[in-house]
Each structure stands twice: as structure tokens, then as C-alpha cells.
């Protein structure tokens, strides 16, 4: 049985940054990861958008993590010379009914110390000429940023710091290490080409989508621990044709989503998503048949878009641990006390705003770990 001081399980943005601050705390860090290669899945297939912090409910860890998370990562990404782009945002009301709901989104992003211009209809078009709207928001703080440079950045802190990461390499079981005889660790078995079992002092499990799954597999985790898990799916669609907007142009937020709003890549290439399509199998097939959908949400907030104009992109899968018709739930980080295995801490429903708030998720875990 091989051992180590700290597992990471998961190499996607959150697990990447949760290992390098443990590797800077000065733990010997080992990442696990069953894909081929960093950010496979969640990570790779999101809006790559920076959030200012303006929609979490008061006193959640999805609040203070964003706003401290979008503050380190535009420091992060200065200091690595990361390319990123302060865009700006502009959420909209789509007519008079909404104006209360963008006024009391304003008043809750400001309690939060997220500050938003108000602007009227003119204003707003003066900023973006294409947008029909009956009012606006305008958000400073808010940008898109190239994740893929931003985790390969984490990395190569990670192994500065003499972390490992290891590929091909899924966990498929373990569990408390007093059951196998190693008291004060935790057991993993791991797959793969070069298969083995690990005892650690520390795992900490960022598996996202596979975080549920990963935990039911340790012998002496609480089953109670273990929350609920849903999928929903999330189709976008790519902009042929010059795009419109030089801004993030969102719409009112629901319960479970922020809209089918615009965003754009560190190209300038523009695109629409994502939607919010409840599933129950990890398919990242575009969804083609819901291109009507997007034409009319798109149409009201830029009227002009064209017939044709949109084509298939790509799809993600929130790894949310709310059911359809719920109330937001937090992001949830569980400590040992919670789990019932010592040494084992896990995240669960880090969904957006995770990418953003990346950097202070993985402190926030290393100053709960000893």
C-alpha cells in the first residue's frame, strides 16, 4: 500500500485551485484524475465568465466566495499574465413589469458590496445600440477570462510546490483507514493502467458530477452526508455573423439559472446559453431541438437576429444538489465532522459561481484542514 499526505480528487478548476493552496500550505499534494487531461469536463464547458457577486443569497458561502474569488482571480490573472477581459455586464429588464425585479436586484447586489449603475433606456443603448430593453444594470466587475490558461497556471503552481497529478487514474473505492488497518488515513483504491491503494493523511473529494458517486464508494462516510444529486443540462449555441454586443448582456435571473444570456470567447466569437434542460444521464449532445427556444428568449432582448444565424455549440452539466421546482442551495464544503471519516472533506453543488470563485474555495478549504 502506498501512502501520501494529501489527495486532491478531481483536476478541474476547483480541484486544481483547492490543491494549490494545500501544495502552498506546504502539504505534499497528489491530484487524482480519471480523464486524460485537467478541466475535462465541467470546466471546459462553461460561459468562462468572471461574476461581480451580485445574485447569492446574504450570509452564503456563494456570496463571500464569489466576491473574494472574482477579486483573487483578476489578481491571479495579472500576476500570471492570464488573458482575461473586463467586458462589463449589462442585465436588463425586458419591459416595464421587470423594472421592480432589476430595482431589487440592484438593492441586493449593493448589500452584498456590488455595486451596479442603474441606466435607463437610452443610457443602455447608448453603451449597446442592439439591446431593446426597458432598463438596465450595468456591472463593472464583471468579464470573461481563458480558463484553460487559468487552470495551466494552477498547475504549474501545483508542481512548483512538489504536487503531482496523476491521469487516467479513478478512485473506485476506499474508505476510513481503521477499517484496513491504517488508522489516522484514509484508503483509496485507484484504477487505471498503474492501479494501487493509497493511504492518506488528507482527501479532499472535488470530483464535481462524480462527487456523489466517489463518496457512496467509502466505507464509513455517513450516507445522510451524502446529498441529493441532479443534472441540469445546459445547450449553447454559437453566433454566425458579426456579433452585436461588445458586453455580457443578461437577462432577470431565475430560481435555478441566470437566462439565456450573451456572452462572447477571448476571440470576440459570440454565443448564447446557457438554457436549463433537467436530465438524468451526463449526455453533452446539443440539444438541436431547442434552437426555437433560443430564438424567441434572444429575440427580446436583440429583436434583429437574424433567421439561420445561430448554430450548435456545446453543452454542460451543472452538478446541482437542488431538484427542479427547489430553492438555491449553497455551495457545500463538508468537513470530517460531517462526512464521519477522518481526513475526508468534501464539496458538493459547486456549480456557478465555482469557476469565480475558485481561488477562495481552495482557501477556504485549506484553513478547514489542519
Known amino acids: 500500500m502506498e501512502t501520501a ?24 499534494v497528489l491530484v487524482l484524475e480519471a480523464e486524460t487531461t485537467f478541466g475535462a469536463v465541467t470546466s471546459s464547458r462553461n460561459s468562462e465568465v468572471i461574476h461581480a457577486g451580485i445574485y447569492y443569497a446574504h450570509g452564503s458561502l456563494k456570496e463571500r466566495l464569489c466576491v473574494e474569488g472574482r477579486d483573487k482571480l483578476y489578481a491571479f490573472c495579472d500576476a500570471y499574465r492570464i488573458n482575461y477581459k473586463r467586458t462589463t455586464k449589462l442585465v436588463y429588464a425586458e419591459d416595464e413589469s421587470q423594472v421592480p425585479g432589476l430595482k431589487k436586484l440592484q438593492a441586493h447586489a449593493g448589500l452584498s458590496g456590488v455595486h451596479m449603475t442603474w441606466m435607463t433606456k437610452a443610457e443602455a443603448q447608448r453603451l449597446e445600440p442592439a439591446l431593446h430593453c426597458a432598463a438596465a444594470l450595468h456591472s463593472p466587475l464583471s468579464g470573461i477570462v481563458d480558463s484553460h490558461g487559468y487552470m495551466l497556471a494552477m498547475i504549474g503552481d501545483i508542481e512548483t510546490s512538489g504536487g503531482v497529478i496523476a491521469y487516467n487514474s479513478p478512485v473506485t473505492g476506499g474508505g476510513a483507514g481503521d477499517l484496513a488497518g491504517k488508522t489516522g488515513h484514509v484508503v483509496l483504491d485507484v484504477g ?38 441532479h443534472y441540469a443540462k445546459g445547450n449553447y449555441f454559437y453566433l454566425s455573423g458579426r456579433p452585436p454586443f461588445t458586453r455580457l448582456i443578461y437577462p432577470l435571473p431565475g430560481v435555478a439559472s441566470l437566462g439565456i444570456h450573451y456572452t462572447l470567447d477571448m476571440a470576440g466569437q459570440g454565443r448564447f446559453g446557457p438554457d436549463l434542460q433537467w436530465v438524468t444521464t451526463l449526455d453533452y449532445h446539443v440539444d438541436e431541438s431547442r434552437i426555437g427556444l433560443f430564438y424567441a428568449e434572444i429575440r427580446k432582448y436583440w429583436p434583429d437576429l437574424p433567421d439561420g444565424a445561430l448554430r450548435p455549440g456545446y453543452s454542460g452539466i451543472r452538478p446541482k444538489i437542488q431538484g427542479p421546482g427547489e430553492p438555491g442551495v449553497d455551495f457545500m464544503i463538508q468537513t470530517p465532522e460531517q462526512t464521519g471519516i477522518n481526513g475526508f472533506i468534501a464539496l458538493y453543488g459547486i456549480e456557478s459561481p465555482g469557476s469565480t470563485s475558485s481561488l477562495a474555495i481552495g482557501d477556504a478549504v485549506a484553513e478547514r484542514v489542519p
Open 5 to 28: 499526505d494529501c489527495v486532491v480528487i478531481g483536476a478541474g478548476v476547483v480541484g486544481l485551485a483547492v490543491a494549490r493552496a494545500m501544495a502552498r500550505k506546504g502539504r505534499e
Open 192 to 229: 487505471g493502467s498503474a492501479a494501487m491503494r493509497i493511504a492518506a493523511r488528507t482527501v479532499i473529494n472535488c470530483a464535481g458530477l462524480g462527487a456523489q458517486p466517489l463518496s457512496r464508494t467509502l466505507k464509513g462516510v455517513r450516507p445522510d452526508s451524502v446529498p441529493a444529486q
